[in-house]
């Protein structure tokens, strides 16, 4: 499918987007940012021939087909809708939104304008997961009791607006605890929480979001998930969404905690592999098609946890 992107946002996610364009083939028409030295910047980078701090102008413009979302979290739902309205295709980055509503009103938008809106988690896509997802579906491990998942940081952790709470909407349980859960959704084929528990904390740094935690997640299957998010740990447990499976007559982990020198966990194929899915869900929808859930699910999980902690979404205990 031939398609023309506008991208918003200009930071590490979205260099990430464009560099997967460029290797799909796809052209990205535009970039939008609030500072428009740095849009100029990575245009430049990039060769984006629009640039522009004005991103309801971009996402209205004709000539584009898909807006790409990579702005702050808070900005997510209003940029999301109104990218909707103008009638174009999202893929919106994780998390979702701030908070359920505004994720459910994401939703109520795609429907209303008839629209394709996906959320970028973008594990779900790559080969290590899928085939332990497709290990459990066909029963290799029995049923499924327990899986154990990771999404920390060690001996590192953002700056900037991820680590403001008005914009961030939670620190690394929304960072990196959402890839955890998301994965663990995925392997399960999709199933609801019945229960959720938490202990999360600020524990490694000055700031008002959560840096620590440790989610468990009761199934509706009767299996549970465990989950621990974190930034600027200082032992990595397992690489970003690893998850072990513990199953009643098998055991399976994604990746060797252990990996060859050189070996990056998170570069660009993962964004090409995670392109070329969204293009391909864009060419086969149907008008009156819902969009996938799964980024709302994921955000709802991390709201009930962060409530079963006792913290706001928007503030660290």
């Known amino acids: 499918m ?14 990430m987007h464009t560099r997967a364009a460029a290797t799909a083939g796809l052209t990205v028409a535009g970039v939008a940012n609030h500072r428009l030295e740095t849009a100029e910047r990575f245009a430049s980078e990039h060769g984006i021939e629009r640039v522009t701090t004005d991103w309801r102008a971009l996402v209205s413009a004709p000539d584009v087909d898909i807006v790409v979302v990579c702005t702050p979290n808070a900005l997510h739902a209003e940029q999301s809708i109104a990218a909707l309205e103008a009638g174009k295709h999202v893929f919106c980055e994780k998390p979702m939104a701030t908070t359920v509503a505004d994720a459910e009103a994401m939703l109520d938008a795609a429907a209303r304008h008839d629209r394709l809106l996906l959320v970028m988690h973008p594990w779900r896509h790559h080969e290590a997961v899928i085939a332990v997802r ?8 029995g049923r499924v009791v327990r899986t154990h998942g990771y999404g920390v940081h060690a001996d590192w952790g953002p700056g ?5 709470p008005a914009l961030a909407g939670g620190g690394a349980l929304v960072d990196m605890g959402i890839h955890a859960i998301d994965t663990a959704r995925f392997l399960l084929g999709e199933p609801q929480p019945r229960r959720v528990l938490a202990s999360i904390r600020t524990a490694h740094g000055d700031y008002a979001v959560d840096d620590d935690g440790i989610v468990l997640i009761e199934w509706e299957s009767g299996a549970r998930s465990v989950v621990e998010a974190g930034w600027w740990q200082p032992h990595l447990g397992g690489h970003e969404a690893d998850t072990e499976v513990y ?21 660009v194929t993962l964004f090409v592999a995670q392109l070329r899915d969204a293009m391909a869900q864009v060419s086969a929808w149907q008008p009156g098609t819902p969009s996938p859930r799964n980024g709302l699910e994921a955000l709802r999980i991390c709201e009930l946890a962060y409530a079963s902690a006792g913290v706001g979404t928007r503030h660290a205990g």
Request: contains cysteine.
């Open 2 to 15: 031939t398609a023309r992107l506008a991208l918003l946002g200009c930071g590490w996610v979205a260099d």
């Open 134 to 141: 497709d290990a459990i579906a066909a029963g290799e491990l």
């Open 160 to 164: 900037g607006w991820f680590t403001d």
């Open 247 to 267: 199953g009643s007559t098998g055991y399976r982990r994604i990746w060797a905690r252990e990996q060859p020198p050189g070996y990056v966990h998170c570069d």
